[in-house]
């Protein structure tokens, strides 16, 4: 936690960075709990379309989240190679299904690009906190906390 | 253990006491004059009073006082209590625990009310209590008056004294040996929680006793320290129980006095002759009336200032009398409030000695809730994981190695034992709540002028403490109502031919794996024509709408529904039965009313023992593994083609022993499948929902049934509509539990929404 914290203040921050079909992502490492394999879910009714189910966390009931549906890509479909980020959210825990861990970096702000404004969807604008150049790759920081509005969650 | 801590015990225990006394007093109101419940009700109040004075918490100490001088007039026959006296006691009990609230959350209290109380509990006891002329020697002034309060800036009340029974001492006790006792105690008894009081009054019990203060120790007011126990007594006893009995008495004491007994000969006269005054009797009776807690402080008090009338006799002009009357006072506050928490510690132990042959009671200890939610909480995982291995076992090992399969049913029963129990910890008698509504029920009674008597039945009915927790509000609420809206006004009632006093049952009992709770009154009943006027008028139902007289009844429940002309404190805000109707369908409950017009109504509720886990029955719709609770089922059939029936555009009815019951395609209502299923292929369940009316829902097939342990979909999500809750199978995957009555509610055309719609309402 020191550790951490300190990574936090002085030599930036560490982000936990994964594969959503061709693209690559990144949330504060902070916000997950874990990381697990995909097990299949039980559907819920009237939900979203990214919702894919909830399943079984070691006995509390963990909703499942396409993040490539919610993110406006197509819908995965999902394997035993599928990846399941166990995150916490505000005050709900809440798993992300993504394609693949990839790795995990430590950066300060400064490496924070801001967002490309070619990005045309409010939606998405609302999500991309900034993007990182990592090695010639893109990478684009998300916070978790506007992919799920409480709002949206409870309207769902 | 810091202060707060011993603090938070000190109001836990209020708690207790205050229920204890609420229904101690109930009993009497009943009727119960056993003098052991005036007795619980009289400790009650002196514990309270005890444990705040040792807080330092001054208006409930003075209050408490007050309240225990009235008890003990009851206590000792000298007040009747009946109902008018019960009435402004309970009432005192209620601003009780507003002061004992107000004391832990630092709250306010209506002064004024209490003030009332005050007097009137006063006026009570000093009507029964004869005043006695004065008695000059201070010594005989040993006993108070019992309405004298701990505080009381006006000075002292002389005392009635008694000296008939010693002047013909009875011939019997003649013969008895007498023994000298001189009890020195030192300061540490009295910081220790003891009362010498007490002990001396304890010392009475064994025989005709004659004791006297020696105040020779006692230093000039200037030198008075406050914690110093300056006071040793002389007491000569007649008693044929023997020196033994005598030490008992002193057992907690005795490394905190200087105690010293010897025998004498036949009668007391030597030991007045050793005395430098000649020894008071004492009259045991009087002595036995005092209510037990300030007898100790108030001689103190009463001593110091005779003492200091005496030296200030020069000086003594009636001003500065007061002012050395108030100085000899606050110099004995300071004990008093030891004394206080020592006689609430000295009156418990003489209480449970009382109390543990009349019944023993079963130890208790108090537990974090937490950490009895953990265990239950790690116990419904083991029920999952023990599910778990005995499904994979069967599926490893087809044939079963038949030790493997035994050890596996052992360890069912073992968990299955261990989760009741479990559960059984949480299980609590609902009567906390009932005793609470009483309260409600006197005060809405006072504030509509109405008479009623609250009879609760079954309140030692046990239910999980959730539920218990969140059944006082509902029930509040509808207590509210029955006494505003349903019970009529004494003239109403005395023209209907009913006695005046409304009366208003709450029964609590078990029925089938659920508790059901029932309020009844004996009013005017549902006016089903102003109730359907209003809905009219309020556009809930339609104006031509034909309703039955169950339908009528329940549209109360509907949200913005009052029939209260007026807008009362009380209720009529048009907030009420509907929130109570949400907030017993949150606990996964059910209510009910039934109404007769001019002979009242009943509200029944039915709610689930326990919020953790619920008897299912697990079936497939769609592929997928749904629970739907056993309460609701009635019974379950293999339709045929030949009892289906369409009607209308897409509704289908299946006849069951010839009438016909709506057919509820689950999978389309949840949205799993895009079309009906047909019925033939897959299982009926005939369920109840709460509007009274059966529908047979329509699920693909059975698995079987189980016990399954409820988990929160709203942790983690959101409340989905349909859906009461989640659960986890035996194989380690989530199954939602149905909510068969929005089921039901969304099959009659309503959207599968949150919200509540009129016919969820009905």
Redesign the interface.
Same mark, same amino acid.
């Given at each position: 936690m020191t550790y951490a914290a300190k990574n936090l203040t002085t030599d930036g921050r560490e982000l936990i960075a994964f594969r959503v079909g061709d693209q690559e992502f990144c949330v504060n490492v902070m916000s997950v709990r874990e990381i697990r394999g995909w097990? %299949?879910?039980?559907?819920? %009714?009237?939900?979203p379309s990214y919702m894919l =189910? *909830? *399943?079984?966390l #070691? =006995?509390? $009931?963990? %909703?499942i989240v396409d993040l490539s549906a919610r993110l406006g890509m197509k819908p995965a479909e999902p394997t035993v190679r599928h990846v399941i980020i166990v995150a916490q959210v505000k005050s709900? $825990? $809440?798993g992300l299904l993504v394609d693949a861990v990839s790795d995990i970096l430590t950066i300060t702000d400064d490496k924070i690009q801001p967002t490309p404004d070619v990005i045309s969807s409010e939606f998405e604008r609302s999500f991309a906190r900034g993007v990182l150049a990592i090695e010639g790759r893109l990478i684009c920081l998300i916070e978790l906390e506007s992919v799920f509005p409480q709002e949206e #969650?409870?309207a769902? | 253990m810091d202060m707060n801590e011993i603090k938070e015990i000190f109001f836990q225990e209020c708690e207790e006491q205050l229920a204890e006394l609420e229904s101690g007093l109930l009993k009497l109101n009943d009727g119960d004059r056993d003098p052991e419940t005036v007795n619980a009700v009289f400790r009650a109040v002196h514990s309270i009073k005890g444990g705040a004075g040792a807080f330092g918490l001054d208006d409930l100490v003075s209050f408490a006082h007050v309240f225990e001088t009235t008890l003990d007039c009851v206590r000792s026959n000298r007040l009747d209590p009946g109902p008018e006296v019960l009435k402004v006691m309970l009432k005192s009990a209620d601003v009780l625990a507003d002061l004992t609230n107000a004391a832990r959350d630092g709250g306010s209290v209506d002064e004024a009310r209490s003030r009332q109380l005050i007097k009137e509990l006063e006026a009570l006891a000093n009507g029964e209590v004869p005043q006695a002329s004065s008695v000059a020697e201070p010594v005989a002034k040993a006993a108070p008056v019992a309405a004298a309060p701990v505080v009381n800036d006006e000075g002292f009340q002389p005392v009635a004294f008694s000296f008939d029974d010693f002047e013909t001492d009875e011939p019997a006790l003649m013969d008895l040996p007498t023994y000298e006792i001189v009890f020195k105690p030192k300061s540490d008894l009295y910081a220790k929680g003891n009362d010498a009081t007490l002990l001396l009054r304890d010392l009475s019990r064994l025989g005709e006793m004659s004791i006297h203060c020696d105040m020779d120790a006692l230093p000039a007011l200037d030198r008075l320290s406050p914690e110093t126990a300056y006071f040793s007594w002389k007491v000569s006893l007649k008693t044929d129980k023997g020196e033994d009995a005598i030490r008992t008495v002193f057992e907690f004491a005795e490394w905190d006095c200087d105690l010293d007994v010897s025998r004498v000969s036949g009668d007391a006269a030597p030991v007045g002759e050793e005395l430098p005054m000649q020894p008071v009797p004492f009259d045991l009776s009087i002595l036995d009336d005092e209510p037990a807690g300030p007898i100790g402080v108030i001689e103190e008090e009463e001593q110091l200032a005779a003492q200091q009338e005496i030296r200030n006799a020069a000086v003594a002009a009636a001003g500065t009398a007061s002012n050395v009357l108030q100085m000899a006072q606050s110099a004995a506050r300071a004990p008093a409030e030891k004394s206080a928490g020592a006689a609430a510690s000295a009156a418990a132990q003489s209480a449970a000695a009382q109390q543990a042959a009349a019944s023993a009671a079963t130890p208790t200890i108090r537990v974090d809730l937490d950490r009895v939610d953990r265990l239950i909480n790690l116990v419904g995982e083991l029920v999952i994981n023990q599910a778990m291995l005995s499904q994979s076992v069967v599926e490893n090992d087809a044939n079963g190695t038949s030790s493997i399969n035994m050890g596996l049913e052992e360890l069912q029963q073992l968990t299955r034992e261990i989760q009741d129990s479990v559960m059984a910890i949480r299980a609590q008698p609902v009567k906390p709540v009932f005793q609470r509504m009483s309260r409600i029920v006197r005060e809405i009674a006072d504030m509509t002028g109405k008479s009623v008597r609250l009879i609760t039945e079954g309140e030692n009915t046990e239910v999980d403490k959730t539920v218990i927790d969140k059944l006082a509000e509902p029930l509040t609420h509808m207590i509210r109502n029955a006494v505003d809206h349903g019970l009529e006004t004494p003239e109403k009632r005395l023209a209907a031919g009913k006695s005046a006093e409304g009366t208003v049952r709450l029964t609590a009992k078990h029925r089938s794996g659920r508790i059901v709770i029932e309020l009844a009154d004996d009013g005017a009943g549902i006016n089903r024509e102003k109730v359907r006027q209003k809905a009219i008028d309020n556009d809930l139902i339609a104006a031509d709408a034909n309703l039955s007289d169950e339908e009528i009844d329940n549209l109360i429940f509907h949200a913005g529904f009052s029939t209260a002309d007026k807008i009362s404190d009380i209720s009529g805000r048009g907030v009420g039965m509907d929130v109570v109707k949400r907030s017993i369908q949150a606990l996964g409950g059910r209510i009910n009313i039934s109404s007769k017009p001019g002979h009242g109504s009943v509200f029944t509720m039915s709610l689930p023992l326990t919020l953790a886990v619920l008897d299912g029955m697990v079936v497939t719709v769609a592929n997928q593994t749904l629970v739907v609770p056993l309460t609701a089922i009635v019974e379950t059939l293999q339709p045929e083609a030949a009892a289906i029936h369409s009607f209308g555009s897409n509704q289908r009815l299946i006849s069951i022993r010839n009438s016909f019951c709506p057919l509820v395609d689950v999978g389309r209502i949840l949205n799993f499948r895009a079309s009906q299923a047909n019925p033939v292929e897959g299982v009926a369940l005939l369920v109840e929902s709460e509007g009274g009316g059966q529908r047979a829902l329509m699920v693909d097939a059975i698995q079987g049934q189980r016990q399954v342990v409820i988990k929160s979909l709203e942790a983690n999500y959101t409340h989905v509509p349909g859906i009461a809750a989640a659960t986890i199978l035996g194989d380690g995957r989530v199954a939602l539990i149905l909510d068969v009555d929005t089921i039901v509610a969304a099959s009659r055309g309503q959207s599968l929404k949150p919200e509540m719609s009129l016919a969820a309402a009905g």
């Open positions: 097990t %299949p879910a039980t559907a819920m %009714p009237h939900a =189910g *909830i *399943i079984n #070691r =006995g509390a $009931v963990l %909703p709900q $825990v $809440v #969650r409870e769902a | -």
